[in-house]
C-alpha cells in the first residue's frame, strides 16, 4: 500500500532510456494508484507513450519509497498530459538505521505557473476514483 505524502512533494520520475526527472505533481489516488501530469515538451511523456514502464521515487519526512508502475495517460489538455500510475510492485526504503526527515524545499517565482499547478491539482482530483 502506498504511504501518504504532502501535496508538492519532489519525486523521481524514473523512464525507458534510462531517463529521469524531478516532478511535483505526484498524488496518492488509491492504494497503488498514483496520478501526475507532464508537460507535452516533456521527453519522460515521449517514453511512457512508447514503453509504459517506469518508477517513482518519493523522498519526504517519514516517507522513502520506490513505486514501480505501469503509466497510462487519462487526460490532456494544451498544456499537459494528465497520467495514471497504477503501482504493481513498492519498494520501501526505509532502514532503522536512518530517518528521512524533510524533503526536497521549492517554491514557485512565478504567479502565473503558481496558478498554473493549482489548476494541475485540481484536475487531477477531478480524474481520481
Same mark, same amino acid.
Given at each position: 500500500?502506498?504511504?501518504?505524502?504532502?501535496?508538492?512533494?519532489?519525486?523521481?520520475?524514473?523512464?525507458?532510456?534510462?531517463?529521469?526527472?524531478?516532478?511535483?505533481?505526484?498524488?496518492?489516488?488509491?492504494?497503488?494508484?498514483?496520478? !501526475?501530469? !507532464?508537460?507535452?515538451?516533456?521527453?519522460?511523456?515521449?517514453?511512457?507513450?512508447?514503453?509504459?514502464?517506469?518508477?517513482?521515487? !518519493?523522498?519526504?519526512?517519514?516517507?522513502?519509497?520506490?513505486?514501480?508502475?505501469?503509466?497510462?495517460?487519462?487526460?490532456?489538455?494544451?498544456?499537459?498530459?494528465?497520467?495514471?500510475?497504477?503501482?504493481?510492485?513498492?519498494?520501501?526504503?526505509?532502514?532503522?538505521?536512518?530517518?528521512?526527515?524533510?524533503?526536497?524545499?521549492?517554491?514557485?517565482?512565478?504567479?502565473?505557473?503558481?496558478?498554473?499547478?493549482?489548476?494541475?491539482?485540481?484536475?487531477?482530483?477531478? !480524474?481520481?476514483?
Amino acid at each position: 500500500m502506498l504511504p501518504d505524502w504532502p501535496d508538492g512533494t519532489v519525486a523521481v520520475l524514473s523512464t525507458s532510456g534510462p531517463h529521469a526527472i524531478p516532478v511535483s505533481t505526484a498524488t496518492r489516488s488509491g492504494d497503488a494508484t498514483i496520478h !501526475l501530469a !507532464l508537460a507535452h515538451t516533456r521527453e519522460s511523456l515521449a517514453n511512457l507513450r512508447d514503453d509504459p514502464r517506469c518508477a517513482l521515487t !518519493l523522498l519526504t519526512a517519514g516517507v522513502a519509497v520506490t513505486a514501480y508502475a505501469s503509466a497510462t495517460v487519462v487526460a490532456e489538455d494544451e498544456r499537459v498530459a494528465y497520467l495514471r500510475l497504477d503501482v504493481h510492485e513498492l519498494a520501501d526504503h526505509d532502514q532503522p538505521t536512518f530517518e528521512v526527515e524533510d524533503g526536497v524545499r521549492w517554491r514557485w517565482t512565478d504567479d502565473g505557473a503558481e496558478q498554473g499547478d493549482a489548476a494541475i491539482r485540481a484536475r487531477l482530483r477531478e !480524474l481520481q476514483p
